[in-house]
């Protein structure tokens, strides 16, 4: 494996690389702007995508915040995941009255090392603001716009699971770039589960079940495509942006998001028990249904 | 690896089948063991299967398997159990424990039953017993239950002991007209965590309920409020499972999914009371749902004490401090902040009481409950953590003071009743 | 000049002193000790500020001052208590100055009293319990660091404070003093008065750390006339909450046990004193009292008097009015107010407060209880009983003296009489005459955690004998002593066995799936059920479906406070709510 440099702690540059040249505009949505000094980690804003008006939302991992000392170098805290749940509903409200092919689409550049693990965040409730991001994410989705990631560097846990897991489609610069995507290095799952680390290196390299990284998330549907140059970002994000417009606007939203995701793990191969248990329940419930229905 | 699978055949002398077809007892706890036991011909034999991460006490096995066959005369069943390093003790003691259930089956009424179990302490319950307690009597249908064996895939390989439910136990009930498809997660098991298995069933169990609408309001359309089903989550889980963490992560994503689209159709009622509480990535579900109803011993939150203690210092946070911890996470403080909005008492008749009492609230009232999932929400919690910046809380009481509570220290004291009384929330 | 003059104003006393010096070839010195001890006293004289307060940044200083190479020197190591501050300063002490130390004292507890010995300060130990310690003194040992005099009971090493283990210098802790050196101990009383008077009548040096030094202290437990030197140090004293043991970690198996226990043995002998070891087993006997004990009407007629540290899971048995009378080895944190108000029960000062005293506590233990019950961790075929492992020297607390029958017991009780009664070796031993004796309890289950046997063929003592270089396995309770052996599966009454043979079947017949469980011969097992040596659960009356957590007078430690009326003030670690 030949190791490119990448674009690890480089959210920024990599707006600039996805979007068209010199359409940045930071803490702006249509009519709504941002505080700069409430979530430095988020960097939100509008930019245009092959012409169009597009939301950005990605993370800046120089960024430290002042008032939270447990969040720094892109770790999501509450500030920043309420600020990118405030910018996903700007979004929405400035869209609402459009077609779904006009809606603007969410771009989320991804490159987070997780949570904010402090007092002050579980006193006042981090659950909340990464639970408010992934249900405007989802609200978004299901109103007609399409949602885009691409992880450009790390997708760690809980901050992927709001920052990125609840897209239409997810992308991935391959593990050339050091993109990471996991839960939990294999260390730290071995000291938790007291499971030995050699035994979980040597299945991590076959089982893509708990193995860290792109090409596994892939196998498991979890990630759609995986990007293979950088300069191949741009056009990518382009084409899955049309492709999942279309799914829109044929009625065939089933076919992407964390549900579709589901489906591709069931053809893929990497997650083959999933479909069998809802299957199950499916038929079994049918048969009692009538008594739930009609009490 | 895979686990130890261990088949023995034994003949008693004059046995006898059980008078049942199907039975299943236990919960695969550290230390512990489930047990199937079902009628099938063998010509008077027992078949005995144990599915086991443990090796070299097969001879034990045989011997208390086979003793259990011989001193209760049983012949034509199929005991299959699943276990996770119970000593001989235990076992014997499930068994005879599961075989005394099946012969009360007889004479004691499935009211009973039901009854005993609304009186048990929610914190005690099983994930089973929180199921079927927490809908109406009789009414509860387990959905991919243990009958049909889906354990996880993913387990064996790493020798950890599997489960016929992964953890999670999904049917559907009623609540008056309403039907109500349950979720309950089992604590005991890998502590609750979310595997692939345990993951389809929660989604599962949504898309259900979410089909049920959708028959409802076709079938009867002025008629549907009494009859529109609901969703109750009984939280007890640390997550994601390590042990297949790319795949429960993807379910977390899923299940947040299910809950936007039950949006403005159908009320999702958290339920936070057991041990385990409800942390890492279900922190951030259980934050989605409509109502949240706590008992004291329920946490919500989303990192370990432990791992606050590494992150900030046990000067900071002292993770062995359980009154500390359950200041920060625990049912009293999580109603004082308005993240949940129910405090009952400890018994399961109390959270299934309170359930029945908000879903006889129209639909438009119980989305009041919410905490996130708007805007105005977000912007509402906004200004919470601005507010935070501000007070700078070093423990929850001061956030409870500047609510206006002045005897802070002593609301952990009270019980429930003189709690609700007394408290000001923010 | 000077310094002749000097000379010339003193001479007469070094004179007489001389004299008595020179006479040493003719004449033997009977007060060494009292000279060497104004020796060390001048020595710190100048770090006295007042009466006989030190300051706590001088501690060091005194230390070196008046502890000299090769003393035998006592630290507060209790099994609660902890001279915490006096421990730190010794190992400051210059080894160059002070070394080749023999401590002897109760408990090995916290890290500076192994310290001690990695300095080089110390080199000998004689000692009692070591639980927190454990791995590193086996460790030490083996690396030479540590030269292991012996392991005691508590009560055979408070006798060797007054034969052979005389302390030259003590570093106790208390609570209060006042400046002339009356000390207040209080509620952790402990192991300070059998220590300061056999070192103080001996000549010995006292050095105190106190909490808070005050002008009247609250009672005195130490007369001043006993004590050298206080200190107050900047932190007050460590105390373990060893003996607090939350209700809600009981499990079903250890409910099973202990109601078997109630009425296979309390009932059955009437036993009215007891003491009870510390850990589940007996916590679940204490809050079976008030539901179980009281379903079979056992109220007065057993538990009334207890040797035993203030257990917070006897609340609700005094509170149920089962208790007559409890004396207290030592404190436990959280019970000082309850303790406070239950005067009738305990043995409370004028003031208010406890007075504890491990010494009293372990003579009641030893003479005047009815009953010792408790857990170990092994137990041989033979029935020998030990809380040993190979890598890890614990010692045994008071286990060994209250575990065992007191040969020159001669007062009577029911259940005293009964147990001697049927004593099947007795006989043997004394002819005909009647005699009684101590019951000695052992509970455990078959097998423990990670299915670890109990019953084994030869102790991990015997190893640890080896890896630590002790004279002989050092074993807790021996078989000749242990009258009842208690598992999940039954009671072995192997006290009522005519011999050796007999009593290894006895163990057998309870061993489950062990070893040496496994050996057990139906029969054998059968003809023992009919002598009554062995009783399972249904010999013994007791439906186990009911064996369970919900038979427990307090499931949680929330609801001991509750039981207390809010006396009870459960120490952080405790308290989840």
Redo the contacts between chains.
Sequence with gaps: MEIQQGLIGKGREAIGIIADNDTFKENVIEDYSFDPEIGPGAVIGTVNINGEAATIIANDAMAINPKFPVVYFGIIGMEEANKMAMAVYYTIEADKEKPIEEKRPLILVVDTPGNGPGKVEEIIGMNKATGGYQLALAEARKKGHTVIAIVIGRAISGAFLCHGLQADNILSLSKEFQTMIHVMPLTSISRITKLDIERLEELSKVNPVFASGAEFFEKLGGVEEVVKKIEDMPETIIKHINEVREYKKAGQAEKTGPWGRGLLGDQRGGRVTRMSVIEKMNEEYEDVAEKYLKA | MALNELKFVIKADNPKTINTEYYHFGVVGSGDMEVIMEKKELDGNAEVKIVTPVRGFDKIWELVVTKFVKENQLGDVFIDINDNNATPVIVHMRLRQALSEINKLATVSQKDIWDNMQEKDFVEATARERAIGLVDEGTFTELAGPKDRISSPHLPVLGEAIGYDDGCVTGVGLIGKKPVFVISQEGRFIGGAVGEVHGAKMVGAFKLALKAYEDIMNEYPDSYEERRPAVVISFETGGVRLHESNAGLLAHAEVMDQIQDCRGKIPVFGVIGSKVGCFGGMGFVAAATDVIIMNEQGRLGLTGPEVIEQEMGKDEFDASDKGLIYRTTGGKHKYIMKDCNFLVEDKVEDFREKVQEVLKQPFEEIEKYRRIGSLKLIEEQAELVELAVDVNPGDARDMWKHIGNETADELPELTVEEFLKAVKIR | MKFLRLISISKPTIEKEGAKQMAHDKEKVWNKLEIDFKERKKNAEHLVKEGKIVESKDTVALLEAVIKTGDKVNLEGNNQKQADFLAECLCKVNPEKVNDLHMVQSVLSLDSHLDVFEKGIAKKLDYSFSGPQAGRLADFIKEGKLELGAIHTYLELFGRYYMDLTPRVALIAGFEADKDGNIFTGFNTEDTPVIVEATKFKQGVIVAQVDKIVDKVQRVDIPADWVDYVIESPKPFYIEPLFTRDPALIT??QVLMAMMAIKGIYAEYGVQSMNHGIGFFTAAIELLLPTYGEELGLKGKICSYFSLNPHPTMIPAIESGWVKSIHCFGGELGMEEYVKERSDIFFVGEDGSLRSNRAFSQVAGHYAVDMFIGGTLQIDKYGNSSTATANRVAGFGGAPNMGCDAKGRRHSSESWLNCGQECGMQEKAIGDLPRGKKLVVQMQ???K???DPTFVDKLDAWKLAENANLPIPPVMIYSDDVTHIVT??GIAYVDKCSDLNEKMAAIRAVA??TEIG?MADEKETEALRQKGIVKTPEDLGID??KAN?SMLAAKNIKELVKWSDGLYNPP??????
């Design positions: 079903d198996t289950e078959t097998f955690e990670k299915m999940e599966l489950g799936y496994l186990v479906t957590r952080a670690r405790f308290r989840n709510w």
